[in-house]
C-alpha cells in the first residue's frame, strides 16, 4: 500500500512538473486562434486583431514555441518546418518585449525558478544572451528542435528603427503589437528569400493605421486577418465580460472589446451587435418564408459566401439564421453544406451569375443548379428591377435601428464582416464583405423566398415568381 502510495504522489509530482515546465503540451485553440495558425499554410502574412486579454499573445507564443521546437501537435493546421529555424520576436519597446514576448516564451524575467515555465519547453532551452540596458531582457536564444538542429530565435523592438531590423534571412517573424510600416516592410524583405512569413498579433488601438489598412482594404492570397472578440475568449464568465467591458473608455470599448479599428463616421452599421444578435432559433415556424443569399467568390482573397434567411411577413421581421463561407472549392462543394441546412429553399444569386465560367463556358448559376440548389431563374433584384447596393445598404440600415433585423449569435464570421464594413472618400469599401453581400442579395428578393421546411429533402416545386408579381403563385 505504502508504495502504491508513494508511487501515485510521484506520478502527481512528476504530471505537475510537467504541466510546469512543458506547457506547450497544455494548450487548447479557441477557434479563432485556430483559424489564425491554419493561415500559416496558405498565408504570407497573418494578423490576429483582437480585442484585449482574449489570448492574441497566448497564441502568438504558443505558435513562435512549436516552430522554433518542431513539437507540432497532431492538430496543427499550420505550417510546420522540420527542421531548426530563425526568428525573430517583436514589440513596441524592449521592456514591453521582455514582459509580454519574452514572459511568455521563457517564464517571469528574473525569478530564477520560474524559468522554463513558458511556452518553450525548459528542456528545449539551450542558451540565453542578455540585452544591454534593459534588466533581465534576453537577446538571443537558442532552442533544441526535435530533429536534432538549433533554432535562433531573437528579440527585437520597434524603438530600435527600421536599421536595427535589416540584413538577417528568417523563416519567420512574430510581431506582438502593431509595428510602424516601415519596420514592418523591413521585415517582409527579411522572409522573403526564405519563403518565410510574419504573423501579429494586436489590438487596433491605432484606428486605421497603414498595416491595418493592408489587412483589411487591401486583402491578397498572401495576406489573411482573423478578428477575435472578448466573446470568442470562452475562459471568461459573462460577469467577468462585463466587469471588463464597464473598465473602458467609451470611445475604446469597440477596439478593446471586439478588436474593430476605430472607423469614424465611415462606419457603415455603427449600431451594437447586441442590438441586432439573437440566440439561435431552435424553432423556425413553417410559414415564414426562407431564402438564401450568395456571393459566388472568385479566389482565396473574395470567398463564396451564402446566407440562409427566413423573414416573419406578419410582423415584418427579417431573421438570418447561418451563414457559410468557403474559400476556393468548386460548386459542388459550396453547395454541399447548403444543402444540407436548406435543400428546398430558393436561392438568391448576383446578376454577375449570368457570366460565363472560363473552363466550361457555362453560366455560373447553372453550375449551382447541377449542384443540387435551388437557385431562382433570374438574378437578385429589388421589384423595379434595379439592383443598387446602397438601396440593399440603405434598407438594412433602417431595419436594425427598427429592431426588423436579427441575426444569429452563432455568425461569428458575419458579425467579423458587420464591425468592419465602412466607407473611404464616401465610398462602400468592397472588401471582406462576402456574407454581407450575400445578405444584400436577401435584401433585394426576399419577396421571393418560400415557406419550406428546413433540412436536407429538396422540393421539385418551382423556384420562379411569375413576371410582374411580387409573390410566389406556385
Not at 470562452?234 to 460577469?239: A, D, N, R
Not at 438574378?379 to 431595419?399: K, L, N, W, Y
Not at 429592431?403 to 471582406?432: C, I, N, P
Amino acid at each position: 500500500m505504502v508504495t502504491s502510495l508513494d508511487e501515485a504522489l510521484k506520478s502527481l509530482e512528476a504530471l505537475e512538473e510537467r504541466k510546469t515546465f512543458e506547457r506547450i503540451h497544455y494548450f487548447t485553440p479557441y477557434p479563432k486562434q485556430l483559424e489564425f495558425f491554419g493561415m500559416g499554410k496558405v498565408k504570407r502574412e497573418r494578423l490576429l486583431m483582437a480585442a484585449n486579454q482574449v489570448g492574441k499573445s497566448y497564441a502568438g507564443a504558443y505558435e513562435t514555441a512549436c516552430h522554433l521546437t518542431g513539437q507540432y501537435p497532431s492538430w496543427w493546421p499550420g505550417r510546420a518546418w522540420d527542421r531548426a529555424v530563425r526568428g525573430w520576436a517583436a514589440g513596441p519597446t524592449s521592456l514591453l518585449v521582455r514582459d509580454t514576448a519574452q514572459k511568455l516564451l521563457l517564464g517571469e524575467p528574473g525569478v530564477p525558478e520560474r524559468a522554463g515555465t513558458g511556452m518553450i519547453p525548459k528542456k528545449a532551452i539551450l542558451d540565453t544572451s542578455t540585452a544591454r540596458g534593459i534588466i533581465d531582457a534576453v537577446d538571443t536564444l537558442q532552442v533544441r528542435h526535435k530533429s536534432g538542429g538549433v533554432s535562433i530565435l531573437k528579440f527585437k523592438s520597434y524603438e530600435q528603427g527600421r536599421v536595427k531590423f535589416q540584413s538577417d534571412s528568417l523563416d519567420f517573424i512574430w510581431d506582438d503589437e502593431e509595428p510602424p510600416q516601415d519596420i514592418y516592410s523591413e521585415e517582409l524583405t527579411r522572409t522573403n528569400a526564405t519563403d518565410g512569413m510574419v504573423f501579429t498579433t494586436f489590438t487596433p488601438l491605432e484606428g486605421m493605421s497603414d498595416v491595418v489598412i493592408s489587412f483589411v482594404q487591401n486583402p491578397t492570397s498572401d495576406r489573411g486577418l482573423v478578428t477575435m472578440t472578448i466573446d470568442d475568449a470562452k475562459h471568461m464568465t459573462p460577469e467577468k465580460r462585463q466587469q471588463i467591458i464597464a473598465s473602458y473608455k467609451p470611445w475604446e470599448v469597440e477596439a478593446r472589446t471586439k478588436g474593430v479599428p476605430m472607423l469614424g463616421s465611415g462606419r457603415v452599421f455603427p449600431y451594437p451587435e447586441e442590438s441586432i444578435m439573437e440566440p439561435d432559433m431552435a424553432y423556425i415556424p413553417v410559414h415564414w418564408t426562407k431564402l438564401w443569399g450568395i456571393d459566388f467568390g472568385i479566389a482565396t482573397d473574395h470567398p463564396f459566401a451564402a446566407v440562409l434567411s427566413a423573414w416573419d411577413r406578419d410582423n415584418d421581421v427579417l431573421h438570418l439564421l447561418k451563414g457559410i463561407r468557403v474559400s476556393d472549392q468548386l460548386p459542388e462543394n459550396h453547395a454541399k453544406p447548403m444543402k444540407a441546412v436548406g435543400a428546398a429553399v430558393p436561392v438568391a444569386w448576383p446578376h454577375d451569375g449570368i457570366n460565363r465560367e472560363k473552363g466550361s463556358g457555362e453560366q455560373i448559376s447553372k453550375s449551382y443548379s447541377k449542384a443540387g440548389l435551388a437557385m431562382l431563374g433570374t438574378h437578385a433584384a429589388f421589384p423595379d428591377g434595379s439592383i443598387s447596393t446602397e438601396a440593399a445598404v440603405s434598407e438594412m440600415q433602417e431595419r436594425m435601428v427598427s429592431g426588423r433585423f436579427k441575426v444569429a449569435a452563432s455568425m461569428s464570421q458575419w458579425f467579423d464582416e458587420y464591425r468592419m464594413y465602412h466607407r473611404k472618400d464616401g465610398l462602400l469599401v468592397k472588401t471582406r464583405d462576402d456574407l454581407i453581400s450575400a445578405t444584400m442579395k436577401i435584401i433585394m428578393d426576399k419577396r421571393r423566398g418560400r415557406a419550406v421546411p428546413l433540412g436536407n429533402k429538396s422540393s421539385r416545386r418551382r423556384q420562379d415568381t411569375a413576371e410582374g408579381v411580387d409573390f410566389d403563385l406556385f
